[in-house]
């Protein structure tokens, strides 16, 4: 039995590489014409034509998610949204889920696939972490995005977690900019992506329903970032712990 789970999950696998990528060309120059439109309308434009695809797309490959708290994004209010990062699946389900316009902090190595790699840069702002020059630029331009009342979504444990541990270490850069820019902070806890792509396992894929609990917002004013970070952890991992 556990081999044939883990054929099926391989073979699943395989499933949703070929429909991922074919759904792709269907909205690719749909979402290419909102390079056209520029500020908030168009990422707002652009984030509805996402959400299409991989609301799709996590249907047909049986990890469909459900969405709670929605109702903490208020109008013309940008927030700068923090989650758990637990397999890849964890990036088709942030930004697209979030009711606005929005763009995710993300490595500059993707940037080079085929086509594939101007969508990304459109959902991102793009950073080498292996350059200096890049994170101050990157910080920066997180800055212009919020000033546009555009979303910013970041993983504050920068990779995915491999421990058992519902959380790793967080690192100080979305704090750093909460607390500069006084943005609130939206933390956000994503459920049984680990259990759908388990991170040990190559190539592999089980359909399984998927959970994002968008939790209410954290005010960044008279605090430090430091103390930001602790209590933002404690709050996604208390809630994650409450109901995993």
């Not at 081999?3 to 759904?23: H, M, N, P, Q, Y």
């Not at 977690?161 to 704090?175: E, I, Q, T, V, Y």
């Amino acid at each position: 039995m556990k081999i044939l789970k883990e054929i099926f999950g391989r073979i699943w696998a395989l499933w949703g590489l070929l429909s991922f990528v074919s759904t792709f060309f269907i909205i690719f120059i749909p979402s290419m014409i909102c390079y056209l439109i520029p500020g908030k309308k168009g990422q707002d434009i652009f984030i509805a034509i996402s959400r299409i695809w991989m609301t799709f797309w996590l249907h047909i490959i049986g990890c469909p998610v459900t969405v709670k708290g929605k109702e903490y994004f208020k109008k013309d209010i940008a927030y700068i949204v923090t989650y758990n990062h637990n397999a890849l699946l964890d990036v088709p389900i942030s930004a697209p889920c979030i009711p606005a316009g929005n763009k995710t902090i993300a490595k500059s190595s993707f940037t080079k696939i085929p086509l594939f790699g101007w969508f990304y840069r459109k959902g991102s702002v793009i950073v080498d972490r292996n350059s200096d020059a890049s994170r101050r630029q990157s910080f920066e331009e997180m800055k212009s995005v919020l000033k546009q009342g555009i979303h910013m979504c970041i993983y504050p444990e920068g990779t995915r977690n491999r421990s058992k541990d519902p959380l790793k270490k967080f690192h100080a850069g979305a704090f750093k900019l909460a607390v500069d820019t006084q943005t609130p902070l939206m933390p956000a806890v994503i459920f049984n992506t680990r259990k759908a792509m388990p991170i040990h396992k190559k190539f592999y894929l089980w359909p399984y329903k998927l959970r994002l609990d968008f939790l209410p917002p954290v005010a960044a004013t008279d605090i430090s970032a430091d103390e930001l970070k602790d209590k933002v952890f404690k709050i996604m991992w208390d809630h994650y712990e409450a109901n995993q």
